[in-house]
């Protein structure tokens, strides 16, 4: 069994200078579990980003198969973790687990698709533009760009996901995957489970003979504001809240050299379900959506908070039968006191509110969520009614009643922004609410149909992101492979020598990866 040390990561040394003591707890019994962790003191956190600092050179400038096997490496040392680990995990988050054993998967997973990105090449972007000396009226010098990581990065542990959205997540993953070190805050909700895997990361990192400062991690709930306003940090990963999202963004927007802060926050997720499925086959759906929302207790991110059908028999049996489901939900124990804490605030809210009914879910008691469902008026939604946009985390979901097409098109065209949207229909129907989808397109990182979100496949094409608020930057995704291009930026070389340019940009291409070169995707040499 791991001995928790609870000691700050920095430059590849324990440090442990500050005075504040931290405990991590079980999150059924809520008693203190084996080990202290010492918060950081704004000393160590200067020593933390400038070890990243020092470490990017020479990060930057190792080849994509030597980051590809530090990444490979990562994942091994993920999955050769016993027992005790898990056992860890599942006490400090009340998770089960088999879930924590499919996270784990999941995270080792990523780690190596970002190593197969690296083998590939195209996350280089190369585009040459060769020189034409004879081009009138003007000659055109030899321009060559390619993508270089930013520099270090700050990345904020999630509570929800303890492994793939943590300390060797995908935020972790594809910056170091860019060639940036890392800076991890660790969460306060899951500090062993954080130590176990950074303890990984670091034997990973001296079995792949990396830079000291490649990988560093602190504790502390008074960190983050230290961490993001140091002038090393170049970038910014977050998991999160709404309003923690956006306090992360002021900070980074107030300094002298303003930073990118790449943060998923909120997202209700709308599921809408057309006529003719539920005429079809709206018991089941009933069924399948009232999992949807429970699941994992509801604390995911792309947890369906709110259901809107147009008035209809159909839809009205649709709703009585939904409403049995989630009275026969038994109620689960949260991550930990805080989240729980957070979810009945929610609930007040919603319950105090005169536009809202409350359809089912037993009354709030003991240490368990209670599952949740509400009734409101298309009308909150068309008026902009903050309450019925904002994520409640946990096991609740509301449902909208519209009286037709234009209405339902008008309440998605109320919607916020959101990471996904669901459509339930027949073939035949799907094919009539084209429109749906077109207006889907605007608010949404990605659109499902007869599917429900809470699932999120790591892979090449998915999206993980959305509009404000639920991402604080549109163009990009936190899952799959295209999170890469989060931390890179380009470089333009302008009439240099072959001798001088990277390997990514040299004439003979000794890297054989597909280039841009005169506007025609080629891989031979020039």
């Known amino acids: 069994m791991t001995t928790i040390l609870g000691h700050n990561y920095i430059g590849g040394r324990r440090s442990a200078e500050g005075s504040v003591r931290l405990h991590s707890l079980d999150a059924s019994s809520g008693q203190a579990l084996p080990g202290t962790f010492f918060q950081a003191t704004e000393a160590e956190v200067d020593a933390a980003a400038r070890a990243a600092a020092a470490a990017y050179?020479?990060?930057?400038?190792?080849?994509?198969?030597?980051?590809?096997?530090?990444?490979?490496?990562?994942?091994?040392?993920?999955d050769a973790l016993g027992d005790d680990f898990v056992a860890t995990v599942c006490r400090e988050t009340a998770l089960p687990a088999a879930r924590i054993q499919g996270e784990r998967g999941r995270t080792s997973g990523q780690l190596r698709l970002f190593a197969k990105v690296l083998r590939r090449g195209d996350f280089y972007g190369a585009r040459i533009d060769r020189a034409l000396p004879q081009r009138q009226p003007l000659p055109r010098p030899d321009l060559r760009q390619y993508r270089i990581g930013l520099g270090p990065v700050a990345v904020f542990g999630a509570s929800n996901f303890p492994l793939a959205f943590s300390t060797a997540g995908g935020d972790t993953a594809s910056a170091l995957a860019a060639g940036c070190p890392v800076v991890f805050k660790a969460h306060s909700g899951h500090m062993a489970t954080a130590e176990w895997v950074a303890d990984a990361i670091q034997r990973a990192a001296e079995r792949s003979d990396m830079p000291a400062g490649v990988f560093n991690m602190i504790y502390g709930g008074g960190v983050g504001e230290w961490l993001v306003k140091h002038p090393a940090i170049q970038a910014v990963g977050f998991t999160g809240s709404l309003k923690g999202g956006n306090a992360l963004g002021q900070m980074a927007a107030s300094r002298a050299q303003p930073i990118p802060v790449f943060a998923e926050m909120s997202s209700i997720n709308p599921v809408i379900l057309l006529p003719e499925a539920l005429k079809l086959r709206g018991e089941k759906i009933a069924a399948e959506l009232s999992g949807s929302v429970t699941l994992g207790c509801g604390q995911f991110c792309t947890n369906p908070g709110l259901i809107i059908g147009q008035r209809s028999p159909e839809f009205s049996a649709f709703l009585e039968q939904f409403r049995a489901q989630m009275n026969q939900q038994a109620p689960q124990t949260m991550l930990n006191a805080g989240t729980l804490l957070s979810y009945n605030r929610g609930l007040a809210e919603l319950h105090e509110h005169p536009g809202l009914r409350h359809l089912a879910g037993q009354a709030q008691q003991g240490g368990q969520a209670q599952p949740q469902l509400f009734q409101a008026d298309v009308r909150l939604l068309l008026e902009g009614d903050p309450l019925l946009q904002e994520e409640v985390f946990g096991p609740a979901t509301v449902v909208i009643e519209v009286e037709d097409r234009a209405q339902l098109g008008a309440a998605v065209q109320a919607l916020?922004?959101?990471?996904?949207?669901?459509?339930?229909?027949?073939?035949?129907?799907?094919?009539?609410y084209r429109w749906l989808g077109e207006l889907l397109q605007e608010k949404v990182g990605r659109i499902l149909l007869n599917g429900y979100p809470t699932g999120v496949e790591v892979c090449e094409a998915m999206v993980h992101g959305g509009p404000y608020p639920a991402t604080s930057d549109p163009r990009g995704t936190s899952v799959g492979t295209l999170a890469i291009e989060r931390f890179l930026r380009p470089v333009c070389f302008q009439n240099y020598p072959d001798a001088l340019l990277p390997e990514a940009l040299q004439n003979a291409n000794p890297l054989g990866i597909?280039?841009?070169?005169?506007?025609?995707m080629s891989e031979p040499a020039l």
């Open 57 to 78: 050179p020479h990060y930057r400038n190792l080849s994509a198969e030597r980051r590809a096997a530090f990444l490979d490496a990562i994942a091994d040392e993920l």
């Open 416 to 432: 916020r922004g959101q990471l996904t949207a669901t459509l339930i229909g027949e073939a035949q129907e799907l094919l009539e």
């Open 514 to 520: 597909r280039r841009l070169v005169d506007g025609q």
